[in-house]
Every structure is written in C-alpha cells, then in structure tokens.
C-alpha cells in the first residue's frame, strides 16, 4: 500500500489541511477533529485505499484504517507537520454536544495504552501466583505489581497531560498544578484535616480519579490565556505560570476537586444502578447493539465511565465483558465466511478480519465484512446476544481497560474469585461457536440469493468505448491543475474544459451516487467499471448552487442521457475553474485508453476501457 498517497487523499478528503484541528488515533482509526465538518467528503474518503469506512460520530471524523492504522497516522501527520498547533477553531460549526464528545475522547483515548499495558501486566502476575509459579509475598512480585499500577494511581497526572494537550496550554504546568492534589504532604494534611483561607479542606483521596483533573486543567486554561493576555512580555516566562498555579491549585483544592470527585462517584453510580436493576439483560443487549456503537464511533465515550468505575470499584461489569462477547461474535461470523464464501477476495479479508477480531481489533471484521453483509450483521448479533446472555448470568467482571481477546483473557483474572476467568473462557467459546454456526447456515441462503440476482439482472460487458460526458476541449488528467487528479490518484481517465454546462453518461449503467452539493457523481457502467464525474475544482464549497441533478442513485441510464446541468458562466464568475474530470475509479481491475488534447462534442468516444486479463 502507498501510505504517502492515500494520506493525500485523506487530507483532501477531511476537507484539506486548514480544516484540520487536531489528529490523534485509535487502534484502528485516524481521529480528527475538522474546524467545518461539512468540508468532509465521506464517500470520497470510504474510495482511499487503505480505508475500510469514514463516519463523523463523536464530534470527530473518523477515518477508519485497520491494522495499518499507525503506518497510516504518520504518514498524514507527515502532511499535518506543526500546522495542527496553531489553529484556532473559533468559525468551527460543531454543536455543543460534539465539541464535549470531542474533548472527552480527546482526553481519554490517549490513557488506554498505558492502562491496558499496566492492567495487564497486573492480570498476568495474578494468574502466575493463582497457579503458584511465583508468590505473590516477593518482592519482585509486589516491586511489578506496583509497576502495571503506576498507570491507574497516577490517572490525574495522565489525564492532566492529555486534557492540557487537548486544550493546547502548557502540560508541564498543567501537570504541575494537578499534582499538588496527589502529593505526600498533601494527602497527610487532608487526612488529619486542613484550613486554606480559613476554609475547610474537604479531604478527598485523588489518587486514580479523573474527573477533578479534567475540572481543575479547564480552569488552568482559562487562566494560562488571560494572564498571558494581559502579563507584559518580559516577565510572561514566570508570571502566566506562577498565577495560574497560584489561583488554580487553592481554587481546585476548595472547590473543583471535591465536585469533579462527587460527579464521578455519582456517575458511576447511575451505571451500576442501570446494570444491578437490568442484570444479564443489559450485557446482552449492549452486545447485540456495540457492531452499530463501533461502527459510528459511540463506543468511545464509554471509556470515561470504565475508567472511573475502575478508580471507584477496581472492576468493571457491562461494557468489557459484553464487549467480549462481541469481539469473539465477530471472529466467529469472518471464519464462518471464509469457509463457505466461493469469492477468493472475500474469504482473504474474512480470514484477516476474523483473526483480528479474535485479538480484539473488530473494526476490519465490521467494515471489510459484516456491515456489508446483512445476514453477515445477523450472525453477529445473534453470537453476541446469547454469549452475552451468558456472561451477564454469570457475572463476569472485566479489572482492566483493553479490547476483549484471545491475548487479553488475563484482564479476567480475578484473585478473589477463579471463577471469574473461566467464566470468560466460557463466553468466549458460547459467542464464537454460536456466531460460527449462525454464520455457516445465514451465508448459504445470502449468497445463492445475490448469485441468482445477479445472474438475473445484469449483462455482462468485457470492453467499451466512452463517450465525452461533456463538450469542450480535452486535455490530459496529468495537467489538471489538482494533485488528487493529475497525480492520479483516484484513479486514470480524462479531463475537459467545458463549453456548455451539461453532463451526460458517457455509457449505458446505474448512479452509484449523487454527492449532496451535485458538484459529482457516479455511476456503474455495465462491465462493472466505477466512473467518477467531478465538475470543477473547490466546486463543492458552491454548496450546490448553480448545479441541478437529473438522476437519483440506483436510477439506470442510457449513454448520452442527461446527468446534470450547472451553470458554466456562474461558476466561473465566482472564481472557480470549470474543468470537469471522468475518471475510473476501480482502476486496477481495468486498462484504461484515453483520446486527449484536442475538441470533441459530446458524441466522439474519448475512453475505452476493458476488464484485465479478458
């Protein structure tokens, strides 16, 4: 794969690198935050190779990749640089509730990696002590006990850097500032009980609690930019730190400690009320419901509530394990499909998928294959309902933030209840026997079904000719004044400068799609090639105006059938260049021979293309 080519395309598809706020990623998404959401172009996104599927969701324009994902990341953060530092967003068009969503994966997305790393090194040296390899009264046990709970113990200096991060101000005086909450002194004054300013002390251990971090970094922020603001120049290297701390850390202390500290118990709280009264029934509902949760990004702003139930109770009930019986569903379902699919592509991405899902990577399972398989997403549901009925009855409980696997079982160790892990070995055979099996018996009728329609109702074309789409001068993609085009990397085929603003097909087959803003479109020609028909450049930011569609999407056309109309004078007296693209999208599967530089009208061919090896 070209990760430098995609990341361009990428970069387009988020709407350039102006758009772009901020960019971190997950195990299998690029997570960006977009000052104008609307610049985002999902379908061109979901045509990148490399990506599996695009959704905003989250307050965040999620690109997913897969198992490439960090090769990915760098190489678009390559093409970011710096330029992420110094965006302001005040012109950003985010609702509220996106904006919250955002900061909230923002802050918490990053803690994973050093909690799972840290829990499961805890798991792992439980298991080894529960089978008697070592003792759990070494001090070379309790030295690396100590070392997978670093991590949660110091959750306020994590989620100080992360919060500070997202918030673009200082995150060594961020940290500085939130530290003073977990200080040894600090925490000996609370217990015996303290007076700041002639006020009570409320004595709160803020060791793993998050919600007093994020409270008391937020305030800090507020105050970093005003004194920066208003401090004169020279002394602003000491001043804007000295009184933000000076005002943050009392203010935190008195007040925004003990509410942030009361907020997350009582949030807590609620989820455990939800789960105590609902039982088993709401594991497996949540796991029947999570492939649509991953699949638009909801499942993050559950990690906020797995952490702090960890720093509250030490355990987590509902979401890991119906997560479980999710991941393992999933596995179940691709190995289902490897086996009975005749298609060699499919069964490759099935197998890759499914071995993924098995480690608790889903998201190529759920792009690559289920979301677009119905009775696929039936196996699925089926898999997680019953092996999350399951692990709801028996009460399993999850004591670390990771993706359910094969690899990651140890997160189920419990010391005080062996149980626990086989109950968890247990979910995981129910939901992927039950899945695999769902999966064989659903396939079978899915693909005789899509055999005989496709038999039914297509033709098969091997070769054609392609008519202009437009009247004008042709020139050659490569000297479009656009690298997406001229570079071609969406694709091979031909340009034209337009002189009359109308768009036919330049062959008989169906619209594929008809983008929002009528600026493009696609169609399917009858030999299967995808035909991309983009007119002019930055046209999208017309919002439609000047551009009427004749078609619908599933809608069959006839060659020389009017597309769309647009008004050529209008678009060019608003600054925009007309020239108008046809390119072959799907280019590896055919050769592409284009008639260039010269004027045509609308019935010369200017394209042939045929299927490889025919």
């Known amino acids: 794969m070209d990760f430098k080519a995609s990341a361009k395309l990428i970069v387009a598809g988020v709407g350039g690198i102006k758009n772009v706020t901020s960019l971190i990623h997950c195990s299998t998404r690029l997570r960006f935050s977009l000052n104008d959401f609307d610049q985002a172009d999902l379908d061109q996104l979901k045509a990148i190779d490399g990506v599996l599927g695009a959704v905003i969701a989250g307050?965040?324009?999620?690109?997913?990749?897969?198992?490439?994902?960090?090769?990915?990341?760098?190489?678009?953060?390559?093409?970011?640089?710096?330029?992420?530092?110094?965006?302001?967003?005040?012109?950003?068009?985010?609702?509220?509730g996106k904006v919250i969503l955002d900061f909230i994966i923002g802050v918490f997305q990053p803690l994973v990696p050093a909690i799972a790393g840290g829990g499961i090194l805890k798991a792992v040296l439980m298991l080894l002590a529960m089978i008697g390899w070592v003792s759990d009264k070494s001090q070379t046990y309790q030295i690396l006990n100590l070392v997978g709970g670093a991590p949660l113990y110091l959750l306020p200096?994590?989620?100080?850097?992360?919060?500070?991060?997202?918030?673009?101000?200082?995150?060594?005086?961020?940290?500085?500032?939130?530290?003073?909450?977990?200080?040894?002194?600090?925490?000996?004054?609370?217990?015996?009980?303290?007076?700041?300013?002639?006020?009570?002390?409320?004595?709160?251990?803020?060791?793993?609690?998050?919600?007093?971090?994020?409270?008391?970094?937020l305030f800090y922020a507020v105050m970093e930019r005003f004194f920066t603001k208003y401090s004169p120049k020279p002394i602003r290297i000491f001043f804007v730190p000295m009184m933000a701390m000076l005002i943050t850390a009392p203010i935190t202390l008195l007040f925004l400690g003990p509410l942030g500290y009361v907020a997350g118990e009582g949030f807590v709280s609620a989820i455990l009320f939800l789960n105590t009264h609902l039982g088993w029934v709401a594991t497996a509902l949540l796991a029947g419901v999570l492939p649509f949760m991953v699949a638009t990004g909801m499942h993050k702003p559950m990690i906020p509530y797995v952490v702090a139930t960890f720093s509250t109770v030490g355990k987590e009930s509902l979401y890991l394990p119906a997560s479980l019986a999710h991941n393992i569903s999933e596995s179940g379902t691709c190995f289902a499909i490897a086996f009975r699919t005749k298609d060699t592509k499919l069964r490759a991405t099935a197998i890759s998928a499914g071995i993924s899902a098995l480690f608790g990577i889903t998201e190529p399972a759920l792009y690559g294959v289920t979301l677009q398989h119905k009775r696929a997403l039936i196996s699925v549901i089926i898999g997680g309902v019953v092996g999350g009925t399951y692990i709801g009855i028996a009460g399993l409980s999850a004591f670390t933030l990771v993706g359910p696997g094969l690899a990651s079982l140890p997160m189920y160790v419990d010391k005080t209840n062996p149980a626990n892990l086989m109950h968890a070995l247990i979910g995981f055979g129910i939901s992927f026997v039950v899945s695999f099996v769902a999966g064989l018996c659903l396939w079978q009728n899915e693909t005789e079904s899509d055999t005989e329609q496709t038999l039914t109702d297509t033709t098969t074309v091997l070769a054609e000719d392609l008519k202009a789409p437009i009247a004008g001068k042709l020139m050659p993609l490569s000297s479009v004044p656009d690298d997406v085009f001229s570079q071609g990397l969406l694709g091979q085929g031909i340009a034209v400068i337009p002189s009359e603003g109308r768009l036919v097909a330049p062959t008989a087959g169906t619209i594929e799609m008809v983008y929002e803003t009528k600026h493009a479109l696609g169609m399917k020609t009858d030999n299967g090639a995808e035909?991309?028909?983009?007119?002019?450049?930055?046209?999208?930011?017309?919002?439609?105006?000047?551009?009427?569609?004749?078609?619908?999407?599933?809608?069959?056309?006839?060659?020389?059938?009017?597309?769309?109309?647009?008004?050529?004078?209008?678009?060019?007296?608003?600054?925009?260049?007309?020239?108008?693209?046809?390119?072959?999208?799907?280019?590896?599967a055919y050769t592409v021979a284009v008639d260039e530089n010269r004027e045509n009208s609308i019935d010369n061919a200017v394209m042939n293309i045929a299927k490889l090896g025919v």
């Open 59 to 96: 307050g965040q324009c999620q690109v997913i990749i897969g198992n490439d994902v960090v090769e990915m990341f760098d190489a678009v953060q390559a093409l970011l640089g710096n330029s992420t530092d110094s965006i302001a967003v005040k012109g950003s068009k985010q609702s509220f």
């Open 157 to 217: 200096l994590l989620v100080a850097i992360t919060a500070a991060q997202k918030l673009k101000v200082n995150p060594l005086v961020a940290v500085s500032t939130v530290g003073v909450l977990i200080l040894p002194d600090m925490v000996t004054m609370l217990a015996k009980g303290t007076n700041l300013f002639g006020m009570s002390v409320m004595n709160v251990t803020y060791s793993s609690q998050v919600f007093p971090a994020i409270l008391s970094v």
């Open 531 to 588: 035909i991309l028909f983009h007119i002019g450049l930055d046209t999208v930011q017309l919002n439609g105006q000047y551009f009427e569609s004749d078609v619908k999407v599933g809608q069959r056309v006839q060659a020389g059938e009017v597309l769309e109309v647009f008004d050529l004078a209008q678009i060019k007296a608003a600054g925009y260049n007309p020239i108008t693209m046809m390119v072959v999208t799907n280019q590896d």
